[in-house]
T-cell receptor, first 118, second 119 residues
Framework: AQKVTQAQTEISVVEKEDVTLDCVYE???????LFWYKQPPSGELVFLIR????DEQNEISGRYSWNFQKSTSSFNFTITASQVVDSAVYFC???????????????WGAGTKLIIKP | GAVVSQHPSRVICKSGTSVKIECRSL??????MFWYRQFPKQSLMLMAT?????????EQGVEKDKFLINHASLTLSTLTVTSAHPEDSSFYIC???????????????FGPGTRLTVL
């Protein structure tokens, strides 16, 4: 069965610290997509990254980086030198491409609330 | 590109009234749109998937007579909460999948959400 686990319910760090948000997924498909979204207090989801299952290269975008490890079924997200504006709820999600009746639905993790204190 | 709008952004209504929420893809055609519900401090819960021109597919536990979904065109889907009650108060989010997106571009574009409060 497909599942996304974000074990960290809430993380609180002081500004400028690095922080890693964990995401572990389960799927039987060999082709799938992983996503990270940010949801600030306004509620609007902000797309951060999409990664397909065949691309295990880590990605860096400014202060954000992602570590995709198929061997451990993890897709962790690191924020370097965190800022107060990074405070939000972050969701990891999985979409399976092979399930014909899936309509490419997203399977969501529970989310991690990140609090960056000044 | 790939902008999805929702209207209204916020609505307050009396118990027993019906509320319609619109979801529009502004610069692309969406064969598939998704409706989510999000309670405070919880994750998104998929309510239904709608494909243009056909009936919506509802997730288990979602009352189709309560939450009417109409996907009448490639750019518009509506969710009507009928006879709303306080327990229907929630944040409703729609998303859309680009008609031209192949299997290699599996992404949903999200609307900004609608906050419904039923008094």
């Amino acid at each position: 069965a497909q599942k996304v686990t974000q074990a960290q319910t809430e993380i609180s760090v002081v500004e400028k610290e690095d922080v890693t948000l964990d995401c572990v997924y389960e799927t039987r498909d060999t082709t799938y997509y992983l996503f990270w979204y940010k949801q600030p207090p306004s509620g609007e989801l902000v797309f951060l990254i999409r990664r397909n299952s065949f691309d295990e290269q880590n990605e860096i975008s400014g202060r954000y980086s992602w570590n995709f490890q198929k061997s451990t079924s993890s897709f962790n997200f690191t924020i370097t030198a965190s800022q107060v504006v990074d405070s939000a709820v972050y969701f990891c999600a999985l979409s399976e491409a092979e399930a014909m009746d899936s309509n490419y639905q997203l399977i969501w993790g529970a989310g991690t609330k990140l609090i960056i204190k000044p | 590109g790939a902008v999805v709008s929702q209207h209204p952004s916020r609505v307050i209504c009396k118990s027993g009234t019906s509320v319609k929420i619109e979801c529009r893809s502004l610069d692309f055609q969406a064969t598939t749109m998704f409706w989510y519900r999000q309670f405070p401090k919880q994750s998104l819960m998929l309510m239904a998937t709608s494909n243009e021109g056909s009936k919506a597919t509802y997730e288990q536990g979602v009352e189709k007579d309560k939450f009417l979904i109409n996907h009448a065109s490639l750019t518009l889907s509506t969710l009507t909460v009928t006879s709303a009650h306080p327990e229907d108060s929630s944040f409703y989010i729609c998303s859309a999948r680009d008609r031209l997106a192949g299997i290699s571009y599996n992404e949903q574009f999200f609307g900004p959400g609608t906050r419904l409060t039923v008094l």
